[in-house]
């Protein structure tokens, strides 16, 4: 694939991923959405386009950090320098990512949980995975 291509294609999909949540924003309001955040690049980058997004309006969707048991010193840093420097009020769940979940949606924080999936090496690089759960 050229270079051009590569780049039209980022951009056609980064817009998408644009209409995809101001869609989630309008058929779930967004104290409704939950947005998971490891701290690595692409829950970052969605951070990130979430913020852009909604400036106004970001801090009505709740934020979760599944917690892992060997994650680096350095991680746990940058996720709890997000949370404060944004003002994220992000949930630790210590529990298995199914049992975490469950536990979200029986406390009705949330029925829409975001997770973004980047892949640079293929034609469509950004892709916004949904996962709604009623």
Request: some cysteine; charged content about 25%; hydrophobic content about 40%.
């Amino acid at each position: 694939m050229s270079s051009s291509k590569l780049r039209a294609s980022r951009g056609t999909s980064l817009d998408e991923a644009k209409r995809v949540l101001k869609l989630t924003e309008q058929l779930f309001g967004l104290e409704n959405v939950c947005l998971s955040f490891n701290g690595g690049k692409d829950s970052t980058v969605l951070l990130d386009m979430v913020m852009a997004e909604f400036p106004d309006g970001y801090h009505k969707i709740t934020y979760v950090y599944f917690q892992q048991q060997d994650e680096f010193d350095e991680v746990l840093d940058f996720i709890r320098e997000c949370d404060s420097k944004y003002s994220l009020n992000l949930k630790y769940l210590s529990a298995s990512f199914k049992d975490a979940l469950s536990k979200l949606l029986e406390e009705h924080v949330c029925s829409l949980t975001l997770t973004y999936i980047v892949h640079f090496s293929l034609p469509y690089p950004f892709y916004l995975l949904l996962v709604m759960f009623f």
